[in-house]
Structures are given as structure tokens and as C-alpha cells.
């Protein structure tokens, strides 16, 4: 039975470990490989990926506030620790569960889509560069955040906010004071996380074109150049611990 | 989140947080500064007609036949892809797991992780674009590329869950005159292997989601096809790949979210 199913999938997956030693693609890759040694170093070269790391930084930072832009919203409308309409049979509730309906579908769209083709298609309006890549983390993780914050808002405790609400204070002034005080420190921590996450994101989605580190290497890459590729990796490897070390810091700030 | 309310007084002036919160904002301003990218611009009228003008040549979808046969093929592949690569990877882990969990002694255990460490700290993107031009494009370098990145995370997982595994009962056998490999066979594996079962299917999800996106390289399944469709601006098509890309997220999420459901209910 095995086999009847491993089979079709070698075929459709076109398995052929042969290419790995075919002579012709060997030597692409092992003129490819010896260039990564040593790694180029001249200082043109460096300024450009030192550019290039700045613009990979400040992308996540800018994607993950306009994320927040999309989450904080979303979150709070999807919430159903601050429903009124929830408390008692009111003429609206339709309404509201419509609404609720509508931003749920838009969030799964927002965060359904990976990140990498939301950039591919924002690089077609707004040109090469790191904007579609901002616009891209800017949606993405707009909608993971609203997902995790509407989860992070119920899971606390919700008594005051209910409190709150029922004896006739509206929604934003139930949270702000009924469950911002409780659920503050984990709001912020998640989003710290996220910005990490999306620092790792934006060296990835340069290969479409979306700015930063990643289109440095993917022409560095299309130039067989193999010493500025191992260089960029050699940056991006510091870069991904440098955003964990931060993420790190800040978070054992908050507790 | 605990269900007491608390009594401490409301917290006076505290200047590390304020400093902290306006060294955030600041970077974040200057962040919007250096990309040259003001949010504001995002909302004009023109932006928002170019948007929903780029947006309106999504739409309808084409639906053909011929369309949709093409792009079953395309998620047949990806989850061949996805599949192959979570499997292949798997086997070669249980073998780096050994000096992982420092069963061939120190130095071992050290270079075996940071092999492990190497091979799950280059994306899965970079190393696809390697393995096209090592292998050519197509499914099989994206294959290889899943394969490497998820040998690093299983093998650094199995590693960990070997190390914590009582070794009483491979001892047992061991003392009673099993040779090593029999004793890792009949008295380690049957103990971890669920827990190795349930990281696997965790990694093969992943790897769904990676597999989708992996052909913008060229390596093959449903992002190669979007990516082509995309060049030759045949945006109808192009959307119906990219409603298959969600439907496949989607629905794996749910199957992932049912089954850990069910394991869940399993254990009590």
C-alpha cells in the first residue's frame, strides 16, 4: 500500500536524484559553492548590504504598525468578551452577528494569503521596492494580530469589562478600562514576537522584488555570485538573532 | 490571566516604561521616514481607485474546466511536494536525533546541533533557490529545499525527545544481551514514536503552507503556477490560484485544528 501511494507521489513531486550528480549541474553549483569562500568583504559591497539590513529593520517595524493599524480594530469588533448584543435580546443582534461575519472572513482572507504573494501583487501597483513589502507585512500580520488579540481578550479575565458593559458604559470605554489594564502585557508581548517574525519575513519576500535584503541576494543569486550570497546570509543569520535578542529584551521588560 | 482582581494602588510615573515607549515610537516614526512612506498617502482617493481598479481585473476568477484540472494538478503536486519532503526528512532526523541527544558524545552532540541549527536558520525560500540551480527547476529542488529545512527542525525536535526519554527500558534490553541497535528499535523507538508522529504532521502543515509559496523560485506546485500566470498578466487566472492557495490553508488548518481536537479529547 506503500508503494501505491508513494509511487504517484515521487512522479508528481518529478523525484530524480540523478540531477543531483549530473556532471552539468554539479559543476554550476560546485563553481557556485567554491565562491562562498571567502565571503566578498570589500566596503562597496558592505555598504550596500549595511543599506539593505537598515531598510530590512525599519520595513518590519513599519509593516508591524500598520499592522497594528488593521489588528486593533478588527480584534475589538471580533471580541466577544465586549458583545452588547450578546447581553440580552436587543434589536440589533443580526446586525451584529453580520458584521462579526464580515470581519472574520476578511481577517482569514488578510492572513490566509501568505505574505509572499500579497507581496507579489502589491510590487505590481506600487513598483519595486520595500513599500510592497511593508503594505505586504502591514496585512498579513494584520490579521494574525486581530485573530490573536480578539483570543488574547477572551481568555483573560473578562468580569470587569462585563461589568462595565452591563451597567451601560459603551464598548471602547469597557475595554479600555474593563480589559486593557489586565491584557495589556500579553498584547504587547505577542506583537514584540510578531515583529520578529517579521523581520524574518522581509529578508524572504525581497525575492519578489519586495526590498531589502532579500532582493539583494536573490540578483547576487541570479549573478552566480557566490561571495556576496554567503556575505548576505552571513548578515541575514546575524540579523534573525540580533531581532530574537531584541524581541527578548523588550518582552522581559514587560513582565 | 489570573481571576482576581487586583488591589495594589494604580502604578505612579515610571520613567523606564516611558522611556522605552518613546524609543519605540521614535524608531518607528523614522522607520515610516527612511522608507520614505507616509500612511496617509496609502488613503487618498487615487490610491484607493488604483487599488480597487488593480483589484477589479481579479475578478471573475476563470473557472474553466481545463483551468481547474490544471490547477488540481497543482495542488497535487504541492502536497506531493510538502509530503515527500515532511517524510524524507523524517527518516534522515531519527538518525541525526542519535548524536543530537549526545549519545556519541559531546562533540558530537555540539556539531550535530549546529548543523541542525544551520540547516533550520536558512529559510526554506533561500535554500529552494539554491537547490534550482543545483538540481534545475521544478518540484524536485523544492523537494530538496523542504527536505533540508525540515531536517534541521525534526532532527533538533527528535533530538530533544530522545534526550528525555527514561532509557530504562533500552537498558533493559541492553543488559540482557540485545545489541545496541536492537535495543533502540524495540526498547526507545515505541516509546517516542507517537510523540515523533505528532511533530511530523506539525512540520508536513508547515511544509503545505511553504510548498505553496516555494514555486516563486521556480520550484515547483501552486506558486509556480501563480507566479506564471502573474508574468503574462492573465490576472483571472492568477486569482483562481490564489483562491486555491486559501482553500488549501484553510482547509489544512481545519483538518490540523480537528485532529488536535480529537488528541486532545484522547488524552482526557
Given at each position: 500500500?506503500?508503494?501505491?501511494?508513494?509511487?504517484?507521489?515521487?512522479?508528481?513531486?518529478?523525484?530524480?536524484?540523478?540531477?543531483?550528480?549530473?556532471?552539468?549541474?554539479?559543476?554550476?553549483?560546485?563553481?557556485?559553492?567554491?565562491?562562498?569562500?571567502?565571503?566578498?568583504?570589500?566596503?562597496?559591497?558592505?555598504?550596500?548590504?549595511?543599506?539593505?539590513?537598515?531598510?530590512?529593520?525599519?520595513?518590519?517595524?513599519?509593516?508591524?504598525?500598520?499592522?497594528?493599524?488593521?489588528?486593533?480594530?478588527?480584534?475589538?469588533?471580533?471580541?466577544?468578551?465586549?458583545?452588547?448584543?450578546?447581553?440580552?435580546?436587543?434589536?440589533?443582534?443580526?446586525?451584529?452577528?453580520?458584521?462579526?461575519?464580515?470581519?472574520?472572513?476578511?481577517?482569514?482572507?488578510?492572513?490566509?494569503?501568505?505574505?509572499?504573494?500579497?507581496?507579489?501583487?502589491?510590487?505590481?501597483?506600487?513598483?519595486?521596492?520595500?513599500?510592497?513589502?511593508?503594505?505586504?507585512?502591514?496585512?498579513?500580520?494584520?490579521?494574525?494580530?486581530?485573530?490573536?488579540?480578539?483570543?488574547?481578550?477572551?481568555?483573560?479575565?473578562?468580569?470587569?469589562?462585563?461589568?462595565?458593559?452591563?451597567?451601560?458604559?459603551?464598548?471602547?470605554?469597557?475595554?479600555?478600562?474593563?480589559?486593557?489594564?489586565?491584557?495589556?502585557?500579553?498584547?504587547?508581548?505577542?506583537?514584540?514576537y510578531r515583529w520578529e517574525c517579521a523581520v524574518r519575513a522581509s529578508v524572504v519576500m525581497g525575492f519578489v522584488g519586495a526590498g531589502g535584503l532579500g532582493q539583494l541576494m536573490d540578483q547576487s543569486m541570479k549573478m552566480l555570485n557566490g561571495g556576496e550570497v554567503s556575505t548576505i546570509l552571513i548578515?541575514?543569520?546575524?540579523?534573525?538573532?540580533?531581532?530574537?535578542?531584541?524581541?527578548?529584551?523588550?518582552?522581559?521588560?514587560?513582565? | 490571566?489570573?481571576?482576581?482582581?487586583?488591589?495594589?494602588?494604580?502604578?505612579?510615573?515610571?520613567?523606564?516604561?516611558?522611556?522605552?515607549?518613546?524609543?519605540?515610537?521614535?524608531?518607528?516614526?523614522?522607520?515610516?521616514?527612511?522608507?520614505?512612506?507616509?500612511?496617509?498617502?496609502?488613503?487618498?482617493?487615487?490610491?484607493?481607485?488604483?487599488?480597487?481598479?488593480?483589484?477589479?481585473?481579479?475578478?471573475?476568477?476563470?473557472?474553466?474546466?481545463?483551468?481547474?484540472?490544471?490547477?488540481?494538478?497543482?495542488?497535487?503536486?504541492?502536497?506531493?511536494?510538502?509530503?515527500?519532503?515532511?517524510?524524507?526528512?523524517?527518516?534522515?532526523?531519527?538518525?541525526?536525533?542519535?548524536?543530537?541527544?549526545?549519545?556519541?558524545?559531546?562533540?558530537?552532540?555540539?556539531?550535530?546541533?549546529?548543523?541542525?541549527?544551520?540547516?533550520?536558520?536558512?529559510?526554506?525560500?533561500?535554500?529552494?533557490?539554491?537547490?534550482?540551480?543545483?538540481?534545475?527547476?521544478?518540484?524536485?529542488?523544492?523537494?530538496?529545499?523542504?527536505?533540508?529545512?525540515?531536517?534541521?527542525?525534526?532532527?533538533?525536535?527528535?533530538?530533544?525527545?530522545?534526550?528525555?526519554?527514561?532509557?530504562?527500558?533500552?537498558?533493559?534490553?541492553?543488559?540482557?544481551?540485545?545489541?545496541?541497535?536492537?535495543?533502540?528499535?524495540?526498547?526507545?523507538?515505541?516509546?517516542?514514536?507517537?510523540?515523533?508522529?505528532?511533530?511530523?504532521?506539525?512540520?508536513?502543515?508547515?511544509?503545505?503552507?511553504?510548498?505553496?509559496?516555494?514555486?516563486?523560485?521556480?520550484?515547483?506546485?501552486?506558486?509556480?503556477?501563480?507566479?506564471?500566470?502573474?508574468?503574462?498578466?492573465?490576472?483571472?487566472?492568477?486569482?483562481?490560484?490564489?483562491?486555491a492557495m486559501l482553500l488549501l490553508v484553510v482547509l489544512v488548518d481545519a483538518i490540523s485544528a480537528k485532529l488536535r481536537r480529537i488528541q486532545m479529547h484522547n488524552l482526557g
Amino acid at each position: 500500500m506503500a508503494i501505491c501511494i508513494l509511487w504517484p507521489m515521487l512522479q508528481l513531486a518529478q523525484f530524480e536524484p540523478m540531477l543531483l550528480i549530473d556532471p552539468n549541474n554539479t559543476k554550476v553549483m560546485g563553481d557556485f559553492l567554491v565562491q562562498f569562500i571567502p565571503p566578498n568583504i570589500q566596503l562597496e559591497f558592505l555598504s550596500l548590504v549595511l543599506k539593505a539590513t537598515v531598510e530590512t529593520l525599519a520595513m518590519a517595524t513599519a509593516g508591524i504598525a500598520l499592522a497594528m493599524i488593521i489588528a486593533v480594530p478588527l480584534g475589538l469588533i471580533i471580541s466577544y468578551s465586549l458583545s452588547i448584543s450578546r447581553i440580552g435580546p436587543t434589536s440589533d443582534h443580526q446586525l451584529a452577528q453580520f458584521v462579526r461575519f464580515i470581519a472574520r472572513t476578511l481577517m482569514l482572507v488578510l492572513r490566509g494569503i501568505p505574505e509572499i504573494v500579497w507581496a507579489l501583487l502589491l510590487v505590481r501597483v506600487f513598483g519595486l521596492g520595500p513599500i510592497a513589502g511593508v503594505l505586504a507585512i502591514a496585512i498579513t500580520y494584520g490579521g494574525m494580530l486581530a485573530k490573536v488579540y480578539s483570543e488574547i481578550l477572551e481568555s483573560g479575565n473578562t468580569l470587569p469589562a462585563r461589568a462595565l458593559i452591563l451597567s451601560g458604559s459603551g464598548r471602547v470605554a469597557s475595554f479600555l478600562y474593563g480589559l486593557l489594564p489586565n491584557s495589556a502585557q500579553e498584547l504587547a508581548s505577542y506583537t514584540i514576537y510578531r515583529w520578529e517574525c517579521a523581520v524574518r519575513a522581509s529578508v524572504v519576500m525581497g525575492f519578489v522584488g519586495a526590498g531589502g535584503l532579500g532582493q539583494l541576494m536573490d540578483q547576487s543569486m541570479k549573478m552566480l555570485n557566490g561571495g556576496e550570497v554567503s556575505t548576505i546570509l552571513i548578515v541575514f543569520l546575524g540579523l534573525v538573532l540580533l531581532a530574537d535578542y531584541i524581541s527578548l529584551v523588550i518582552r522581559k521588560q514587560l513582565v | 490571566m489570573s481571576a482576581q482582581i487586583s488591589i495594589q494602588p494604580a502604578r505612579q510615573f515610571c520613567l523606564k516604561c516611558l522611556l522605552m515607549l518613546l524609543i519605540i515610537s521614535g524608531l518607528t516614526i523614522s522607520s515610516f521616514i527612511y522608507l520614505s512612506l507616509n500612511p496617509a498617502d496609502l488613503f487618498t482617493f487615487q490610491a484607493m481607485k488604483n487599488m480597487a481598479e488593480f483589484i477589479g481585473r481579479f475578478f471573475p476568477p476563470d473557472l474553466s474546466a481545463d483551468f481547474l484540472e490544471k490547477i488540481w494538478q497543482g495542488i497535487l503536486q504541492t502536497l506531493a511536494i510538502s509530503a515527500l519532503a515532511t517524510l524524507i526528512a523524517a527518516v534522515i532526523s531519527i538518525l541525526i536525533s542519535l548524536p543530537v541527544s549526545g549519545r556519541f558524545g559531546p562533540i558530537a552532540k555540539w556539531l550535530s546541533r549546529f548543523f541542525c541549527n544551520f540547516l533550520r536558520s536558512v529559510p526554506e525560500l533561500v535554500w529552494a533557490a539554491l537547490m534550482v540551480l543545483a538540481v534545475g527547476l521544478g518540484p524536485f529542488a523544492g523537494t530538496l529545499a523542504l527536505t533540508l529545512h525540515t531536517m534541521g527542525v525534526l532532527g533538533r525536535l527528535f533530538g530533544e525527545t530522545l534526550e528525555n526519554n527514561p532509557i530504562a527500558s533500552s537498558n533493559a534490553l541492553v543488559l540482557s544481551g540485545s545489541g545496541r541497535v536492537a535495543s533502540f528499535l524495540y526498547g526507545t523507538l515505541p516509546s517516542i514514536a507517537p510523540q515523533l508522529l505528532s511533530y511530523s504532521l506539525y512540520r508536513w502543515e508547515m511544509n503545505i503552507r511553504m510548498a505553496t509559496i516555494l514555486g516563486f523560485v521556480g520550484a515547483g506546485g501552486l506558486g509556480q503556477m501563480l507566479y506564471y500566470e502573474l508574468s503574462l498578466l492573465r490576472e483571472a487566472q492568477a486569482s483562481t490560484v490564489i483562491i486555491a492557495m486559501l482553500l488549501l490553508v484553510v482547509l489544512v488548518d481545519a483538518i490540523s485544528a480537528k485532529l488536535r481536537r480529537i488528541q486532545m479529547h484522547n488524552l482526557g
